[in-house]
């Protein structure tokens, strides 16, 4: 069996088993638990990307998700699961339902979840973030997301001690991610599994969603302000799902 290193994300240097923070990070790891491979996980901060792992790949660029094999490094959560089909990918077991249809349905989902529905939970995440840094990455997250300012950040920090911001930044993200439990309204009407490509299994489209419920959950108050608000109640059983689905290493959400 291929054994494959994946490089993750995680906020202090000090505790590399602690909370794997990124949520492209973790579509690779369900990708690569949906085919059952063996996986060295390898953690780091955002400082030891810039520099270790830009060393050791020779990319000055590099990002995480990075995967490993044989010496020969893939970098971005599409690629990898594209490279992750190609090679373990059948027609009975495939992260695109083992179709072109499917594989852009993902892709959809990928793009949507990255954009339309990220960006509502991006300041929500980003007041949260900082507290599982250290202080070194705590210093980059600052300069690449707030120019340096740390007041701008703080400013942050401080709208949403408000409730009223905070809950009408909850309303905005639950609210675009109801075309979401729109579509799990229909998939139950026809008494459909709720995976959102249909069938047994998971897939890249459901890991492509997931992925933000594993990084804006950093807000405590977003679980049950977005993913289980009883607007978007069919949400929270397909994240259910997901959770329960044995691909999902809990640990690494704590």
């Excluded at 939970?121 to 997250?141: E, M, N, Q």
């Excluded at 492509?208 to 049950?224: C, D, I, M, N």
């Excluded at 607007?231 to 689905?245: K, P």
């Amino acid at each position: 069996m291929t054994k494959y290193t994946l490089y993750q994300l995680i906020g202090d240097a000090s505790n590399p088993d602690g909370r794997v923070i990124s949520p492209h990070v973790w579509k690779t790891k369900l990708d690569l638990a949906f085919f059952e491979q063996e996986v060295i996980n390898s953690s780091k901060t955002f400082p030891q990307i810039r520099g270790e792992l830009s060393e050791l790949t020779k990319n000055p660029a590099v990002t995480v998700p990075t995967i490993e094999v044989d010496g020969q490094f893939t970098t971005d959560s599409w690629k990898i699961a594209e490279y992750l089909e190609a090679e373990h990918g059948t027609s009975e077991k495939s992260l695109f339902g083992g179709s072109i249809a499917g594989k852009e349905f993902a892709k959809f989902i990928e793009i949507w979840s990255n954009t339309t529905f990220a960006n509502e939970l991006r300041p929500l995440i980003g007041v949260s973030i900082t507290s599982h840094f250290d202080s070194a990455s705590k210093t980059y997250f600052i300069k690449s997301k707030f120019g340096g300012d740390i007041k701008k950040h703080s400013s942050l920090i401080d709208k949403f001690q408000n409730s009223e911001e905070l809950e009408k930044q909850l309303f905005n993200a639950r609210n675009k991610l109801s075309i979401i439990n729109d579509l799990l309204k229909y998939k139950k009407s026809k008494n459909e599994n709720l995976f959102l490509l249909g069938g047994k299994e998971p897939s890249h489209a459901d890991f492509a969603l997931f992925g933000w419920f594993t990084s804006s959950t950093l807000h405590p108050k977003v679980e049950e302000g977005v993913w289980r608000h009883k607007d978007n109640e069919l949400v929270g059983e397909w994240l259910d799902l997901i959770l329960n689905s044995g691909l999902v290493d809990k640990a690494q959400l704590n």
